[in-house]
């Protein structure tokens, strides 16, 4: 397993501003992604989070709005930009050791745009 | 693309009833995993299953991995109340190339003691 801190665990940010969500592991991984999880809804993935390059992103999501650094294999930032009342949900850092294994988490980042 | 049908959405029990849920999957997996979302915290995995027909369990908590490689089930028994949560089971995206894993929508666990 990994232990995974995250922080902020929650922020109320004002419609136009921007979050930086920071991702600490307590051991070097290989893989990294951020996930996004609306009010009731499951975990959808925003991207993954590329050591010494560019973030590999999934349909729907973009660069300019969720710019992503990983400058090492035990930490990444996830920054939401120009925030809208539509980007409040849980944010949530997640890695795994190798490709399609076990997911572990941190306890995630609660966003309400107001 | 790859789907996780999960059921039921949410149940509401008795505290010491025993609980069942399911997820299907479009395609065939080699991997399941069930996890637990507690109110404010991130998904903890509770099982992880590699072998089709393979039945684990983790105390009160058994998992199987169908046969057919497409489905699997998690049984809870004797609920408590600390139970409570959203279950979630996990696969292998396959479909993707970002080596990830995809999730069902939940099952919303409420139990009354």
């Known amino acids: 397993s990994a232990v995974i801190s995250q922080k902020p665990s929650r922020d109320i940010c004002q419609r136009g501003t921007s979050l930086t969500i920071q991702c600490q592991v307590d051991s070097q991984v290989t893989m990294m992604f951020w996930y996004r999880q609306q009010p009731g809804q499951s975990l959808t993935l925003i991207a993954t989070a590329n050591q010494g390059s560019e973030a590999t992103y999934e349909s729907g999501f973009v660069i300019d709005k969720f710019p992503i650094s990983r400058p090492n294999l035990t930490f990444s930032t996830l920054t939401v930009s120009n925030m809208s009342p539509e980007d409040s949900s849980i944010y949530l850092c997640?890695?795994?050791?190798?490709?399609?294994?076990?997911?572990?988490f941190g306890q995630g980042t609660r966003l309400t745009v107001v | 693309g790859q789907q996780l049908n999960q059921s039921p959405q949410s149940m509401f029990i008795q505290e010491g009833e025993d609980v069942s849920m399911n997820c299907t999957s479009s395609?065939?997996?080699?991997?399941w995993l069930w996890y637990k979302q507690e109110p404010g915290e991130g998904p903890v995995l509770l099982i992880a299953l590699y072998k089709a027909g393979e039945l684990t369990s983790n105390g009160r908590l058994t998992a199987q991995f169908g046969i057919t490689r497409k489905d699997s089930f998690l049984n809870i028994s004797a609920s408590i109340p600390s139970d409570v949560g959203i279950y979630f089971c996990a696969g292998p995206n396959y479909g993707g190339s970002q080596g990830n894993l995809i999730f069902g929508k939940g099952t919303k666990l409420s139990v009354k003691p």
């Open positions: 997640s890695v795994q050791r190798q490709v399609v294994t076990e997911a572990f």
């Open positions: 395609s065939i997996f080699n991997t």
